[in-house]
């Protein structure tokens, strides 16, 4: 009888197709692992810019003459808020790697007891920075005005080089810092902590398998071995 042709092409077919279908799978998980990079960056710091932020609140100043209430980096740029001597608030985009000013944003609505709040603040947010880079070390990523207790005061964050984010606050009145709070960053140890229990567990499983073969091993072979001894007997 000669072989079936069509039989053996339509197989050699489907296992070709298998095989692809395979590859771009493995291909497609590959792209997505690389295209997360392993960890989410939301919510850590911001690195160090090449425009520190004193740098970017005076070419803020540049632009538009006043009084800044608020820097704060994002994305590799500068959003500085100046409060205008007309009393209209800007908003002034600072390009982080040449400080350059990139918008000059004029907000239509405008905060009249922010801008007091600011004009009766003795200490300038440029102050602020240099004042919480004494107390840590790294670069300053934000500075805006609160009020604390009806107090204004200036907090600041700061990366550090370790990877940890210090938030102080900066008297406004008296330019001390009255409060630094430090957070390292352990987001890559607790990946590295969930990775490690998925291991402990697949050695549980792996075990729990291992057990359940021995035991039906030793069924099969009790088996077998009352199997002969009814055949003796029975002889």
Do not use: C, Y
Request: proline share 2%; glycine share 14%; hydrophobic share 35%.
């Amino acid at each position: 009888m000669k072989p079936d042709l069509r039989k053996f092409m339509t197989g050699k077919r489907l296992l070709v197709t298998g095989i692809a279908a395979a590859a771009v799978a493995a291909g497609t998980a590959g792209t997505a692992l690389a295209a997360g990079g392993g960890h989410g960056d939301g919510d850590r710091p911001e690195k160090a810019p090449a425009v520190t932020a004193d740098q970017a609140m005076g070419a803020a100043l540049k632009a538009v003459p006043g009084t800044v209430g608020e820097a704060d980096l994002d994305d590799g740029a500068w959003k500085i808020d100046v409060l205008a001597g007309n009393g209209a608030w800007h908003e002034v985009k600072i390009d982080a790697s040449n400080a350059k000013v990139t918008a000059d944003e004029t907000e239509k609505e405008s905060d009249a007891a922010e801008a007091q709040g600011l004009k009766n603040t003795k200490v300038t947010a440029q102050q602020a920075a240099a004042t919480a880079l004494k107390s840590a070390s790294g670069a300053v990523t934000s500075v805006e005005l609160e009020h604390e207790g009806g107090k204004p005061a200036w907090e600041v964050e700061v990366a550090g080089q370790d990877g940890t984010e210090h938030e102080l606050l900066v008297d406004g009145a008296a330019g001390t810092v009255t409060q630094n709070k430090a957070e390292h960053d352990d987001h890559g140890k607790e990946d590295d902590a969930e990775h490690d229990g998925k291991k402990d567990e697949g050695k549980k499983d792996a075990g729990k398998q291992d057990g359940g073969k021995q035991d039906d091993g030793k069924k099969d072979a009790g088996r077998q071995d009352g199997g002969k001894q009814d055949s003796g007997e029975d002889d």
